[in-house]
């Protein structure tokens, strides 16, 4: 099947490559195009597996009401002018396994991965959702070369719905009235702020007793290693799928929206040279500036334990990129 994305025409609508056609990029794929943001280049390394689920996806069009293009490939040059690259391919978890067991291979593959796609989408932002999350961006960054601003992972967006719907469903209420905010890395010593988490405004430590927050916060933690155990074959994809999806949106459409985002840090909470999860302002140009909460004493040390984490890991993932 010819490319229907090249040609004359190819790049007045946005380009969107999302490379990993497991669950996670074929859903997102998916997201992509069934709300008209851009048209998606979908690569895998199977042959055969993303041109199949493309030709599947666009078959569904008249039924969803949009004209987006999905466009299945084994090639990067395929990806050419991409306005955003979304990196979703990697080892998935299994039962009993970390997000950090995971360095060693996926290390390899997402370092791979950024210095084919740059090749041929110079401009590109970059969006990492491959495990473990922070890791893997800041070697994306790495790897690339490009401004840290046109750089970030989607963890913390995750991790706050997750959040989210916990204290909705604890509360009983519509979950639309609730924010939540999760700082941090994205993995078990990530950092929930029970005080930047609110109901219409009201914060949830006004209607919650302490041991219930303690509680959601931990499931919020091991919310990823719950789904991992039910299904036992894979890990979730659903609930990443639309994260990132909507920070594709904010980043397309230059919305300005204040989302966590794994970012990288010059100075910011006191750290340098890392990629973690903080509040900051995404738009067409990638992170804008990164809002500092202020944070107590304990909160503080919570964000420096999780940064310590995140950075041994990186120290060991450049040994094997």
């Not at 396994?97 to 593959?109: F, P, Q, T, Y």
């Not at 230059?254 to 995404?282: F, H, K, M, W």
């Amino acid at each position: 099947m010819n490319n229907p994305l090249s040609g004359s025409n190819a790049y007045l609508s946005p380009r969107v490559s999302v490379i990993g056609a497991g669950n996670v990029g074929k859903t997102l794929t998916q997201r992509i195009v069934e709300k008209n943001l851009a048209d998606v280049v979908l690569l895998d390394i199977l042959e055969g597996l993303p041109q199949g689920i493309a030709l599947d996806l666009i078959e569904a069009r008249g039924l969803e009401q949009h004209d987006r293009t999905v466009f299945g490939t084994n090639n990067y040059a395929e990806t050419a002018n991409s306005d955003i690259v979304v990196i979703t391919a990697g080892l998935a978890r299994k039962p009993g396994m970390s997000r950090d067991d995971l360095v060693h291979i996926n290390a390899k593959i997402v370092t791979e991965i950024a210095k084919k796609t740059l090749i041929y989408s110079p401009n590109a932002l970059y969006l990492v959702i491959t495990n473990p999350l922070d890791v893997m961006t800041y070697l994306v960054w790495k790897a690339t070369g490009i401004s840290p601003q046109r750089v970030m992972g989607m963890a913390g967006v995750l991790d706050s719905s997750r959040l989210q719907t916990f204290i909705a469903l604890e509360l009983d209420i519509c979950t639309t009235d609730v924010t939540a905010m999760v700082l941090g890395g994205h993995g078990d010593l990530m950092l929930p702020l029970p005080r930047y988490c609110t109901v219409r405004g009201i914060p949830i430590t006004e209607l919650m007793e302490e041991g219930t927050i303690a509680r959601l916060i931990e499931r919020t933690r091991n919310g990823g290693a719950e789904i991992v155990k039910l299904l036992q074959t894979g890990g979730a994809y659903y609930a990443p799928a639309s994260s990132a999806c909507l920070m594709v949106e904010a980043l397309l459409n230059n919305q300005s929206r204040l989302l966590p985002t794994a970012a990288y840090l010059r100075g910011e909470y006191g750290l340098e040279d890392i990629y973690l999860g903080v509040p900051c302002r995404l738009d067409r140009q990638g992170v804008g500036n990164i809002l500092e909460l202020e944070l107590t004493t304990a909160e503080q040390e919570a964000f420096h334990a999780s940064a310590s984490a995140v950075r041994k890991s990186i120290d060991v993932a450049l040994n094997y990129a």
